[in-house]
């Protein structure tokens, strides 16, 4: 019986410090039949280097940055596997992350994506706070991971249905429902992604036997704050993300109470004298408002292909879970 080849994709931008633990994992992964892809954005650091030299590795080199979203699009271009892998070049992966995830879907043709479990690097005993025990979103917008920072006490050990994956695809998918919106550039690209999934019917798994351990927002944060223009990268693709995807009925109130959020994060933000969170808040919707009619654009392309209704995916959408009390609490307190 033939194993289907797996295409892994390592997107890097600048990662130099992480790629010795990531890359090493990976090629010992127990799995038989992978092809690993360095997707380099215009490093800086040495890192195509790095990698020339200490790895047997296929290096795609893009001239620019190009995103989360652009590096994994790259990746796909050039698989060759019936399966991508993506991971962050912040990851390490234990030896047998990969078998599960392939054995699922090769045993259910329904299924698209598969997640593993996302432990954090430092404390392996802990979920990270990004993916966790699997991803859920609410109409609003708000991703829920399950799990996210508890200690891993076994209550998340059995397979289930989720919203999102970023672990591994169906190749065949992206030729169906398309590639990562380049546009999202880093945030939310993989929620986006799942809406039209699921709007074709497929399911996304959540496999606890897959084991992925994160250092937790190495990505996303320089000491304790937000990298600059990642705080705007969110707010602006989570409006993104729901104009392109709702429906007409359910997007008036999730941009009702999205923007009653953003308006009471921006009273706190200039409470606390954040400019670069205000700025960068006020700068995600106007991008939006200015570049509107690009984003409905492409909503009139996944409407047009869905074939589920929001009623059908309940089992994936969760009711509102956002942070409207959470902000109200903490300008009163």
Same mark, same amino acid.
């Given at each position: 019986?033939?194993?289907?080849?797996?295409?892994?994709?390592?997107?890097?931008?600048?990662?130099?410090?992480?790629?010795?633990?990531?890359?090493?994992?990976?090629?010992?992964?127990?799995?038989?039949?992978?092809?690993?892809?360095?997707?380099?954005?215009?490093?800086?650091?040495?890192?195509?280097?790095?990698?020339?030299?200490?790895?047997?590795?296929?290096?795609?080199?893009?001239?620019?940055?190009?995103?989360?979203?652009?590096?994994?699009?790259?990746?796909?271009?050039?698989?060759?596997?019936?399966?991508?892998?993506?991971?962050?070049?912040?990851?390490?992966?234990?030896?047998?992350?990969?078998?599960?995830?392939?054995?699922?879907?090769?045993?259910?043709?329904?299924?698209?994506?598969?997640?593993?479990?996302?432990?954090?690097?430092?404390?392996?005993?802990?979920?990270?706070?990004?993916?966790?025990?699997?991803?859920?979103?609410?109409?609003?917008?708000?991703?829920?991971?399950?799990?996210?920072?508890?200690?891993?006490?076994? &209550?998340?050990?059995?397979?289930?249905?989720?919203?999102?994956?970023?672990?591994?695809? &169906?190749?065949?998918?992206?030729?169906?429902?398309?590639?990562?919106?380049?546009?999202?550039?880093?945030?939310?690209?993989?929620?986006?992604?799942?809406?039209?999934?699921?709007?074709?019917?497929?399911?996304?798994?959540?496999?606890?036997?897959?084991?992925?351990?994160?250092?937790?927002?190495?990505?996303?944060?320089?000491?304790?704050?937000?990298?600059?223009?990642?705080?705007?990268?969110?707010?602006?693709?989570?409006?993104?993300?729901?104009?392109?995807?709702?429906?007409?009925?359910?997007?008036?109130?999730?941009?009702?109470?999205?923007?009653?959020?953003?308006?009471?994060?921006?009273?706190?933000?200039?409470?606390?004298?954040?400019?670069?969170?205000?700025?960068?808040?006020?700068?995600?919707?106007?991008?939006?408002?200015?570049?509107? &009619?690009?984003?409905?654009?492409?909503?009139?392309?996944?409407?047009?292909?869905?074939?589920?209704?929001?009623?059908?995916?309940?089992?994936?959408?969760?009711?509102?879970?956002?942070?409207?009390?959470?902000?109200?609490?903490?300008?009163?307190?």
């Amino acid at each position: 019986m033939s194993v289907p080849l797996v295409s892994v994709i390592v997107v890097n931008y600048n990662g130099l410090t992480h790629l010795p633990t990531c890359l090493n994992s990976i090629q010992k992964t127990d799995y038989p039949s992978i092809e690993i892809l360095f997707i380099d954005n215009a490093s800086s650091d040495g890192s195509v280097q790095y990698v020339k030299k200490n790895f047997n590795v296929r290096i795609i080199q893009n001239n620019h940055n190009m995103g989360a979203t652009g590096g994994y699009n790259t990746g796909i271009i050039h698989a060759r596997g019936k399966y991508v892998a993506i991971l962050n070049n912040d990851t390490k992966v234990s030896p047998g992350w990969l078998t599960p995830l392939v054995e699922v879907m090769e045993a259910d043709k329904s299924i698209a994506a598969a997640d593993a479990k996302y432990l954090n690097f430092y404390d392996r005993g802990r979920f990270d706070n990004v993916a966790a025990a699997g991803r859920y979103v609410d109409y609003a917008g708000t991703v829920y991971a399950r799990g996210a920072n508890e200690f891993d006490d076994g &209550r998340y050990d059995k397979p289930v249905m989720v919203f999102a994956a970023l672990t591994l695809f &169906r190749k065949s998918i992206f030729e169906e429902v398309g590639l990562f919106d380049e546009d999202f550039f880093y945030g939310y690209d993989e929620i986006d992604l799942a809406w039209r999934i699921n709007f074709r019917g497929y399911k996304v798994i959540y496999m606890p036997s897959s084991e992925i351990y994160h250092k937790v927002s190495q990505t996303s944060r320089s000491e304790n704050s937000f990298r600059p223009e990642f705080y705007f990268m969110i707010k602006r693709n989570r409006l993104q993300m729901l104009i392109k995807n709702l429906s007409v009925k359910r997007l008036i109130p999730a941009l009702t109470i999205t923007l009653l959020e953003y308006s009471l994060y921006l009273l706190y933000w200039l409470y606390k004298k954040n400019r670069q969170n205000s700025v960068e808040l006020i700068s995600s919707v106007l991008w939006v408002v200015r570049n509107f &009619r690009m984003i409905w654009l492409k909503r009139k392309v996944v409407q047009r292909v869905r074939m589920v209704s929001h009623k059908e995916l309940k089992q994936v959408i969760l009711p509102y879970r956002g942070d409207l009390l959470k902000i109200i609490r903490k300008l009163f307190t």
